[in-house]
T-cell receptor
Framework: DGGITQSPKYLFRKEGQNVTLSCEQN?????MYWYRQDPGQGLRLIYY???????QKGDIAEGYSVSREKKESFPLTVTSAQKNPTAFYLC??????????FGNGTRLTVT | AQSVAQPEDQVNVAEGNPLTVKCTYS??????LFWYVQYPNRGLQFLLK??????LVKGSYGFEAEFNKSQTSFHLKKPSALVSDSALYFC????????????FGAGTILRVKS
């Protein structure tokens, strides 16, 4: 079945550590996105990539980094510079305007 | 700048009754409008979209939405609610000139009681 796989489902880290969230898709979509979800704030765009080896900052990119070396993969690194990293992170891909396919998310807790 | 407002944090409706989840937007130009649904601890699922044409758009699971340009609204509706419709609903807007990035509203919790 085609879809987006995010791993792990739950992730725990100590403050000051970098952590990488995985996102893989087998939908053959060019565009991929990372969103952060916090209660009562909807989804906010962190980074997006419209083609391999290219990506752009979203609205809240500070403290995050990404890479897009393969079409199928768009990993997100949450660095120690991110002030409030505890959140639910959602990866998505699309092949047409606005019709995003989402993974089931990774819940990151930093203590 | 694009923005989306969902004025109700929560909507409660009895099973079998019609439901409406409200959404208004603020953009310059001709936006694309979307509704997504999220079940607990899951990603979002696409429900429907408006690009152009008929103002009434039909989507998945019996949902529909009405685009009203003069009121800049895109309310989600369903004639008869089911308990299984209980979830978190997001309205979103995008503009082609902004690379088709989606801007989401804060979300509305829908609770359908039997």
């Amino acid at each position: 079945d085609g879809g987006i796989t995010q791993s792990p489902k739950y992730l725990f880290r100590k403050e000051g550590q970098n952590v990488t969230l995985s996102c893989e898709q087998n939908l053959n979509h060019d565009a991929m996105y990372w969103y952060r979800q916090d209660p009562g704030q909807g989804l906010r765009l962190i980074y997006y990539s419209q083609i391999v080896n290219d990506f752009q900052k979203g609205d809240i990119a500070e403290g995050y980094s990404v890479s897009r070396e393969k079409k199928e993969s768009f990993p997100l690194t949450v660095t120690s510079a991110q002030k409030n990293p505890t959140a639910f992170y959602l990866c998505a891909s699309s092949h047409e305007a606005g019709n995003l396919h989402f993974g089931n998310g990774t819940r990151l807790t930093v203590t | 700048a694009q923005s989306v407002a969902q004025p109700e944090d929560q909507v409660n409706v009895a099973e079998g009754n019609p439901l409406t989840v409200k959404c208004t937007y603020s953009v310059s130009g001709n936006p694309y409008l979307f509704w997504y649904v999220q079940y607990p601890n899951r990603g979002l699922q696409f429900l429907l979209k408006y690009i152009t044409g008929d103002n009434l758009v039909k989507g998945s699971y019996g949902f529909e939405a009405e685009f009203n340009k003069s009121q800049t609204s895109f309310h989600l509706k369903k004639p008869s609610a089911l308990v299984s419709d209980s979830a978190l609903y997001f309205c979103a807007v995008s503009l082609p000139e902004y690379g088709n990035k989606l801007v989401f509203g804060a979300g509305t919790i829908l609770r359908v009681k039997s």
